[in-house]
């Protein structure tokens, strides 16, 4: 049971921050490309921060007059979901080419954009216009995208410096495999989103295994074939401007959706905001099993739920939390935290698992019939190796 505890701790601080980094999500499509005239101040990170908790409490507010209001809406916020890939893809397999934007030769047979209208392009020394976007399945543009393209930070091509920060587009984050891997990661981590919800099961036993499996299956072939599409319907360049700020401040995948940008737009608002009430829902049931199983007698003050059944005090708790990441205000930089906590959590499952399969234990009987501690061992040896650390800039806990 202490076992357990530590590693319920740990899920629970990771799914926490997971609120944090999907409001913040939810602010950067709003203040960047719905309603960027909601700026306060002149500092971008302010501006999240300060939106960030105000929904982080809006969204609590919501949690907490009862998760079946909640429930209604996830329908809802999956349908926005499966609406925006739909066109996603609806959009690439139409008409591309129409997005030009200006781009300049770099050193070393590279190139970087310019923050230039494209009507405005023969301002800037060797600039020209191209198109952002290719027509699908151009072979040649898919395997220019295949290979790796790490940079420093303030770099507009590998090992080119800025000249102009005015101008240049220019990397904002040193990206490696690692850093790049810890930032897509908590997308991810939805495995254990059937476990969070056990309690509101009918079957448990029956729904979780068949749940995570059919989900992980269909989000890995949605995430592949999206990646696929996207490496053959735009250039390398377009796909790392993060900010768009070549193609006058769009997020690309807006302008190749079928049949208006708002239509992602509006999607990607609503799912982070459906996943930020699912982590707001799920960590304070977490804490409040911890603390209702008195693993940890400190924890004894969360093991107390309203007259309607929610667990406000560790909801309060997950608040608190969420409120420091979404102090932090950047996702690039919430997601490494984020990613830590999962993988340190996973790797601690998987050693549970392996240790009581090889003691043999008689509490230990999984039902699942393609279990092997194999796979579990294997799970749990690479995920804490200090190289991630050194990448991700943290200490091991």
């Known amino acids: 049971p202490q076992f357990g505890g530590s590693v319920g701790l740990i899920f629970f601080l990771g799914v926490s921050f997971a609120a944090s980094m999907y409001i913040i999500g939810a602010i950067e499509i709003l203040m960047n490309y719905l309603v960027p005239e909601m700026a306060v101040f002149a500092d971008k990170w302010n501006n999240m921060r300060m939106y960030g908790v105000l929904l982080l409490l809006l969204l609590a507010a919501i949690v907490a007059v009862g998760v079946k209001y909640v429930n209604k809406l ?21 008409s591309l080419g129409d997005q030009d934007v200006c781009q300049v030769s770099a050193a070393g047979n590279s190139s970087y954009l310019v923050k230039i209208a494209t009507e405005n392009c023969s301002a800037v ?26 940079m420093q930070s303030n770099q507009i091509a590998p090992g080119v410096p800025v000249q102009n920060r005015e101008v240049d587009v220019f990397n904002d984050l040193t990206t490696s495999f690692t850093v790049l891997l810890a930032i897509f990661f908590p997308s991810v981590t939805g495995i254990m989103a059937g ?18 499996i059919a989900a992980n299956l269909t989000t890995t072939v949605i995430y592949l074939v999206t990646a696929v599409l996207c490496g053959a319907a735009a250039t390398r360049q377009v796909l790392i401007d993060k900010y768009g700020e070549s ?21 990607c608002l609503l799912s982070t905001i459906g996943a930020a009430l699912q982590s707001l829902i799920g960590a304070p049931r977490l804490l409040y099993a911890i603390a ?10 969360f093991s107390v739920t309203s007259s309607n059944g929610e667990p406000l005090r560790a909801l309060l708790a997950t608040i608190a939390i969420a409120a420091v990441g979404c102090a932090i205000g950047n996702v690039d930089l919430v997601a490494p935290i984020i990613t830590m906590f999962f993988l340190v959590c996973y790797a601690c499952v998987n050693l549970a698992c392996t240790l009581q399969s090889l003691l043999g234990l008689l509490t230990w009987r999984p039902r699942f019939t393609l279990y092997h501690w194999g796979t579990s061992l294997l799970g749990s040896g690479p995920l804490p190796h200090p190289h991630v650390h050194q990448q991700l800039g943290t200490t091991p806990l």
């Open 74 to 94: 996830a329908t809802v916020f999956l349908a926005c979901v499966i609406v925006s890939i739909v066109c996603i893809w609806v959009g690439i397999l139409g």
């Open 125 to 150: 020394a060797g600039a020209q216009v191209v198109s952002g976007l290719t027509r699908l399945l151009d072979l040649d543009n898919f395997k220019s995208n295949l290979g790796p393209y790490y």
């Open 195 to 212: 476990s969070n919800r056990s309690g509101d099961l009918k079957d448990a036993q029956s729904s979780i295994p068949k749940g995570t």
């Open 247 to 267: 193609i006058d401040g769009a997020l690309i995948m807006s302008l190749i959706a079928f049949p208006h940008p708002y239509v992602v737009l509006i999607g």
């Open 292 to 301: 209702s199983d008195d693993v940890v007698p400190i924890l004894k003050f």
